[in-house]
């Protein structure tokens, strides 16, 4: 069964407290997106990864770090210098040549 | 910078009563992609226009892709419950393609009243 995959669903965390949520996917795609998405605003892009070993910065990247060793999985670092890192983060991946993307199930990060 | 706008932001309708949703783009688009949202989950793909004028039907929604490929809208005829959500539009500017970065609209949330 094909996908993509992002766990928890919910998540918790203290103020100053890194946090990885991750995303991983089987469906052999080589991009893969990192979106947040706020209440009334449109999903916003942190990072992207076209290949392995290969990211690059979105439009919101200040308080963020990725890494992509895998070409199934490209998780995501949020870290105590983001400022406001409660939302709902959102996963997707592409293939390449194709536009459309595939979402995951999303993660909504509460940083109390 | 590159914007899309949406409008409107919210809409709630009687079951039975016709929907649209418009975006506008700051800069010429190379296609544009409308994504639906359901409550509580997550964006997925709908359709995507990519010529200019281009109109392309499904069931009860109709997509448009303007002349000048600045702007969009999607047209749901007769409303159902099952339509409720957000429908986001989202753009690919001239030469991202390869990166697949998207310019995504706010997005417009549809209420139905059965």
């Known amino acids: 069964d094909g996908g993509i995959t992002q766990s928890p669903k919910y998540l918790f965390r203290k103020e100053g407290q890194n946090v990885t949520l991750s995303c991983e996917q089987n469906?052999?795609?080589?991009?893969m997106y990192w979106y947040r998405q706020d209440p009334g605003q449109g999903l916003r892009l942190i990072y992207y990864?076209?290949?392995?070993?290969?990211?690059q910065k979105g439009d919101i990247a200040e308080g963020y770090s990725v890494s992509r060793e895998k070409k199934e999985s490209f998780p995501l670092t949020v870290t105590s210098a983001q400022k406001n890192p409660t939302a709902f983060y959102l996963c997707?991946?592409?293939?390449?040549?194709?536009?459309?993307?595939?979402f995951g199930p999303g993660t909504r990060l509460t940083v109390l | 910078g590159q914007q899309v706008m949406q409008i409107p932001q919210y809409q709630h309708v009687q079951e039975g009563e016709d929907f649209t949703t418009y975006c506008n783009s700051s800069?010429?688009?190379?296609?544009i992609q409308w994504y639906k949202q359901r409550p509580g989950g997550h964006p997925v793909f709908l359709i995507q226009?990519?010529?200019?004028?281009e109109v392309k039907k499904q069931k009860r929604l109709t997509f448009q892709f303007g002349e000048a490929k600045k702007n969009s809208s999607l047209h749901i005829t007769a409303t159902q419950t099952t339509d409720v959500g957000t429908y986001f539009c989202?753009?690919?500017?001239?030469?991202?393609?390869?990166?697949?970065?998207?310019?995504f609209g706010q997005g417009t949330t549809l209420q139905v009243k059965p």
């Open positions: 469906l052999n795609h080589d991009a």
């Open positions: 990864s076209q290949i392995v070993n290969d990211f």
């Open positions: 997707a991946s592409r293939l390449v040549g194709l536009n459309e993307q595939f």
């Open positions: 800069t010429t688009l190379s296609n």
């Open positions: 989202a753009g690919n500017v001239p030469g991202s393609s390869n990166t697949g970065k998207l310019i």
């Open positions: 226009l990519v010529k200019s004028g």
